[in-house]
């Protein structure tokens, strides 16, 4: 395992022309490694390699994975599954390059982005979640587009098309964003071309690379830490396609995961995304949505006017802070029903080890606390209750 969490070394050292940094990349590249230069000068006998043989278990199945380790199908995951594809030819007119982003609204990008507006309106560009599309200055790119979720209401952008989609006024708002130098030209394309692309341009992704980007899904096997214990997701309620990515560039932004004109008690306080639960309801992916300190709901959260399946009480506005669940596991805290409240570092190591509930009683390092549990006096209880109001 520690070969597998260990990808470089750095070594500093001063010479007499200088200080030299080198870099080590993978440095443990054998079993045992040379342990008379690792052993060199230190006085100690090198011991016979014979001595530290791989567990038999290990040997026997081959099945040796990093501490927290990921098994996949080798098998690709479709995106945005039931929404169809159509293309887009899209050029970009300018001398530096412009990047859009996967659930940007395609009717409200750069005015330098040539393209058909019209055909643009109400879609998005058909990419895995959080990731996008650079043009280059000149660049001309035929993208796959799908069709926005949920609500379908476009908000944010250049306010060229907000509101509800609707196609009967479509035309006005392609006159008005041309009318404000938006660059437009209509694409021509056939029935046959257009039937072909839907087929062609279907977004997938190899389950391997959608793991370590979103975390583990439907079917993938975790290792738990070091141990030769092993999960497999039973189920994954986000949504391929729409999951919420946080950072620059990324999904929860205004008008796109992230809702605009909500007031703060109508979204989430904290969303917590993609995260593992492992608990007694099942082994599952979800957002954990948490609100006024409690856990408000969890499946899929976003923002219901462009994203399928959000709940009312999974909402992300501009009032909701993220924190990327990606890679970690969610579980209940633990309970210790025997706690001697000898000193308050004690929380720190409880919640280092998991647990989140400390029952007991004490009244510091006193002789009776270190033999009881109990907190004599109401002055003692009063003290020790001031004693934990800074954690």
Same mark, same amino acid.
Do not use: W
């Given at each position: 395992?520690?070969?597998?969490?260990?990808?470089?070394?750095?070594?500093?050292?001063?010479?007499?022309?200088?200080?030299?940094?080198?870099?080590?990349?993978?440095?443990?590249?054998?079993?045992?490694?040379?342990?008379?230069?690792?052993?060199?000068?230190?006085?100690?006998?090198?011991?016979?390699?014979?001595?530290?043989?791989?567990?038999?278990?290990?040997?026997?199945?081959?099945?040796?994975?990093?501490?927290?380790?990921?098994?996949?199908?080798?098998?690709?995951?479709?995106?945005?599954?039931?929404?169809?594809?159509?293309?887009?030819?899209?050029?970009?007119?300018?001398?530096?390059?412009?990047?859009?982003?996967?659930?940007?609204?395609?009717?409200?990008?750069?005015?330098?982005?040539?393209?058909?507006?019209?055909?643009?309106?109400?879609?998005?560009?058909?990419?895995?979640?959080?990731?996008?599309?650079?043009?280059?200055?000149?660049?001309?790119?035929?993208?796959?587009?799908?069709?926005? #979720? %949920?609500?379908? =209401?476009?908000?944010? @952008?250049?306010?060229? !098309? *907000? +509101?509800?989609?609707?196609?009967? &006024?479509? /035309?006005?708002?392609?006159?008005?964003?041309?009318?404000?130098?938006?660059?437009?030209?209509?694409?021509?394309?056939?029935?046959?071309?257009?039937?072909?692309?839907?087929?062609?341009?279907?977004?997938?992704?190899?389950?391997?690379?959608?793991?370590?980007?979103?975390?583990?899904?439907?079917?993938?096997?975790?290792?738990?830490?070091?141990?030769?214990?092993?999960?497999?997701?039973?189920?994954?309620?986000?949504?391929?396609?729409?999951?919420?990515?946080? #950072? %620059?560039?990324? =999904?929860?932004?205004? @008008?796109?995961?992230? !809702? *605009? +004109?909500?007031?703060?008690?109508? &979204?989430? /306080?904290?969303?917590?995304?993609?995260?593992?639960?492992?608990?007694?309801?099942?082994?599952?992916?979800?957002?954990?949505?948490?609100?006024?300190?409690?856990?408000?709901?969890?499946?899929?959260?976003?923002?219901?006017?462009?994203?399928?399946?959000?709940?009312?009480?999974?909402?992300?506005?501009?009032?909701?802070?993220?924190?990327?669940?990606?890679?970690?596991?969610?579980?209940?805290?633990?309970?210790?029903?025997?706690?001697?409240?000898?000193?308050?570092?004690?929380?720190?190591?409880?919640?280092?080890?998991?647990?989140?509930?400390?029952?007991?009683?004490?009244?510091?390092?006193?002789?009776?606390?270190?033999?009881?549990?109990?907190?004599?006096?109401?002055?003692?209880?009063?003290?020790?209750?001031?004693?934990?109001?800074?954690?």
């Amino acid at each position: 395992g520690v070969s597998d969490m260990l990808d470089e070394v750095q070594v500093e050292g001063t010479f007499p022309d200088g200080t030299k940094l080198v870099t080590i990349h993978h440095p443990i590249a054998t079993m045992d490694g040379n342990l008379e230069l690792a052993l060199y000068g230190s006085f100690l006998p090198v011991p016979r390699a014979d001595c530290f043989p791989l567990p038999e278990a290990a040997v026997a199945t081959q099945l040796v994975q990093a501490p927290g380790g990921v098994l996949t199908v080798n098998d690709e995951l479709v995106l945005n599954a039931f929404r169809k594809p159509r293309a887009l030819q899209i050029t970009n007119l300018t001398d530096r390059p412009i990047q859009v982003g996967s659930h940007y609204h395609l009717i409200e990008a750069n005015p330098y982005l040539e393209m058909d507006r019209k055909r643009a309106y109400g879609y998005r560009l058909n990419i895995p979640s959080g990731t996008a599309v650079r043009f280059e200055p000149g660049d001309q790119k035929t993208v796959s587009t799908i069709p926005i #979720g %949920g609500n379908r =209401v476009i908000t944010g @952008g250049n306010n060229l !098309a *907000s +509101g509800v989609v609707d196609e009967a &006024v479509a /035309d006005d708002i392609v006159a008005k964003a041309v009318e404000k130098g938006f660059h437009h030209r209509p694409m021509v394309v056939s029935p046959e071309e257009e039937a072909r692309n839907a087929v062609a341009m279907i977004c997938r992704m190899p389950r391997s690379v959608y793991a370590q980007t979103y975390g583990p899904t439907t079917g993938d096997v975790v290792r738990l830490g070091d141990m030769e214990l092993y999960v497999t997701v039973e189920r994954d309620l986000t949504v391929y396609g729409d999951e919420c990515k946080f #950072g %620059g560039g990324k =999904v929860l932004r205004e @008008g796109m995961g992230q !809702a *605009s +004109g909500l007031m703060a008690a109508q &979204v989430l /306080d904290t969303i917590i995304t993609n995260a593992l639960i492992i608990d007694y309801t099942g082994i599952y992916k979800a957002d954990i949505g948490i609100k006024d300190g409690l856990i408000a709901g969890i499946g899929k959260g976003g923002n219901p006017d462009v994203m399928d399946g959000v709940a009312p009480n999974m909402i992300v506005g501009v009032n909701t802070e993220v924190i990327a669940g990606e890679g970690l596991i969610v579980t209940a805290g633990g309970m210790d029903a025997h706690v001697h409240f000898i000193c308050p570092q004690l929380c720190t190591e409880a919640l280092a080890s998991g647990l989140t509930t400390l029952v007991g009683g004490g009244s510091g390092p006193a002789t009776g606390t270190n033999a009881t549990t109990c907190t004599p006096g109401p002055g003692h209880m009063k003290l020790m209750l001031q004693a934990t109001d800074v954690i």
